[in-house]
């Protein structure tokens, strides 16, 4: 669990590709502070395993379904990443709960600087769109965001200066790809309540249902 609070941008040292899958290095420098093996660290939003580190850099292991899921398949030498180890029990939660399960892709579709802030608007599809919800959360490449604008085709967020230095939102381009994790509590609320409206429909309205509802 992470809180989309990104704490350093690391750098792709090597991908070494597989069929589907990937291995890459990343360079750091926070993140491994404190880092075992094993230890979750959200890259671009995207919750990754630990499994080789040493002073400067860990690699991690990226199966299929994530290569397909997110933007790592696109990452090269050199590019940056957004970078945040997992929340500690008792850690102050200054962004939202994130999974580091990404639900989808956007495209970077527009930038546009309001005084101190930069719009970035994000094109996406009516699966993910539809959980996003004005002024509630979202993740974009790991980084908790507020949704300031949302239509049935794009949603917009502002990016304060200090979001702009820390994160690498603002160094990527119109056409850019980024991870998208919606808000958990929409997701959980409407397989809550799709799975009640099937067992009623399958249920049907007898005697019995009269019954345990009240009405008789």
Known sequence: MFTGI?????TINTIIMGIKSAKIQI??????EDVK??????????????TEFNNISFIVDVMAETMRRSNLGNLQKGDKVNLERALAVGDRLGGHLVSGH????????EFKREDNAIWISIESSQEILKYIVLKGSIAIDGVSLTVAYVDDKVFKVSIIPHTQDETTLIKKNVGSKVNLEC????????KFLGNKETSLYKKGIDENFLKENGFL
């Open 6 to 10: 990104i704490e350093e941008i690391g």
């Open 27 to 32: 360079n750091a420098s926070k993140v491994l």
């Open 37 to 50: 093996l094993g230890d979750s660290i959200s890259t671009n939003g995207v919750c990754l395993t630990v």
């Open 102 to 109: 990404i639900d989808g892709i956007g495209t970077i579709k």
């Open 183 to 190: 808000d958990m509590i929409g997701k959980y609320i409407e």
